[in-house]
């Protein structure tokens, strides 16, 4: 059974920093595209920030870039998400996604989601 496990998120102040985790199991990524998506109360979960397998190969939502970083950690089957100049509109719950092929297609599998709450 595949898995998607977030951790890190939480509660940050205006200007703080958070670095998400999502580590899989079940079966391995490390030839598929891994990335975050988000939603926040009331809208519809958005694209966040994308990896392919290499790492070199990055895509992040216009509202994140400068700000946010993904990386990825194949031997451990972990993707992460450091973000840094955290404002009140990136409040959201944070979602992993991996399972895609191409860096601009959503794979089949999410977490469970993880909680980011800035607050001003």
């Known amino acids: 059974q595949v898995q998607l496990v977030e951790s890190g998120g939480g509660l940050v102040q205006v200007g703080g920093s958070l670095k998400l985790s999502c580590a899989a199991s079940?079966?391995?990524?490390?030839?598929?595209?891994m990335g975050w998506f988000r939603q926040a109360p009331g809208k519809e979960r958005e694209f966040v920030a994308a990896?392919?397998?290499?790492?070199?190969?990055?895509a992040y939502a216009d509202s994140v870039k400068g700000r946010f970083t993904i990386s990825r950690d194949n031997a451990k089957n972990t993707v992460y998400l450091q973000m840094n100049n955290l404002k009140p509109e990136d409040t959201a719950v944070y979602y992993c996604?991996?399972?895609?092929?191409?860096?601009?297609?959503?794979?089949?599998?999410w977490g469970q989601g993880t909680q980011v709450t800035v607050s001003s």
């Open positions: 079940g079966r391995t990524f490390s030839r598929s595209v």
């Open positions: 990896i392919g397998w290499s790492a070199s190969n990055t």
């Open positions: 996604n991996a399972g895609s092929t191409y860096i601009n297609f959503v794979g089949d599998y």
